[in-house]
T-cell receptor
Framework: KAGVTQTPRYLIKTRGQQVTLSCSPISGHRSVSWYQQTPGQGLQFLFE???????NKGNFPGRFSGRQFSNSRSEMNVSTLELGDSALYLC?????????????FGSGTRLTVV | KQEVTQIPAALSVPEGENLVLNCSFT??????LQWFRQDPGKGLTSLLL?????REQTSGRLNASLDKSSGRSTLYIAASQPGDSATYLCAVRGLDSGYALNFGKGTSLLVTP
């Protein structure tokens, strides 16, 4: 059974540009969450989608946005990139909306902003 | 706001030792707690998920316990191996955070041959 797939694995962007990251959840999983991981802040929650609806959003500026498609695949977008956006972006999927289910993470996208 | 703390931040042990990693959280109103492993530059691998109504979960050489009332969880690794070297993260899913996980900063474990 395929795991959570994130593309691309690595990205190098210039300050001011925008970037789109993609996440395909495990088949049958309808909940997709995004996290940012940096050495200083650790793992921080960005947002969570279920059935194309954003249910929860973390404390990030509006430059960070996301969406989920009808097939549960999700994308996150970061506009006007800043150097501080350099991080490992992780996507996680969960089986259902019930809170008792755990999360399965992908391998992440390493974004470097220069 | 839920705060999750992991102690120690780093740990080095010789192969074969049994070890305990600690995780504490400030708000006991949680749905569950999940332990993950992260290898350098990689994603997170789920190790154990403990529901708030459970006291412990076991998988192979790993055993995780949960004391919700005191806000603590421990991950016990038996007979450690060099392949166990990684960063171990605990994450709490709290009633106040809904669908978000609150992570600790992790414990970096090195098991030496």
């Amino acid at each position: 059974k395929a795991g959570v797939t994130q593309t691309p694995r690595y990205l190098i962007k210039t300050r001011g540009q925008q970037v789109t990251l993609s996440c395909s959840p495990i088949s049958g999983h309808r909940s997709v969450s995004w996290y940012q991981q940096t050495p200083g802040q650790g793992l921080q929650f960005l947002f969570e989608y279920f059935s194309e609806t954003q249910r929860n959003k973390g404390n990030f500026p509006g430059r960070f946005s996301g969406r989920q498609f009808s097939n549960s695949r999700s994308e996150m977008n970061v506009s006007t990139l800043e150097l501080g956006d350099s991080a490992l972006y992780l996507c996680a999927s969960s089986l259902a909306e019930q809170v008792t289910y755990g999360y399965t993470f992908g391998s992440g996208t390493r974004l470097t902003v220069v | 706001k839920q705060e999750v703390t992991q102690i120690p931040a780093a740990l080095s042990v010789p192969e074969g030792e049994n070890l305990v990693l600690n995780c504490s959280f400030t708000d006991s109103a949680i749905y569950n707690l999940q332990w993950f492993r992260q290898d350098p530059g990689k994603g997170l691998t789920s190790l154990l998920l403990i529901q708030s109504s459970q006291r412990e979960q076991t998988s192979g050489r790993l055993n995780a316990s949960l004391d919700k009332s005191s806000g603590r969880s421990t991950l016990y690794i038996a007979a450690s191996q060099p392949g166990d070297s990684a960063t171990y993260l605990c994450a709490v899913r709290g009633l106040d955070s809904g669908y978000a996980l609150n992570f600790g900063k992790g414990t970096s474990l090195l098991v030496t041959p």
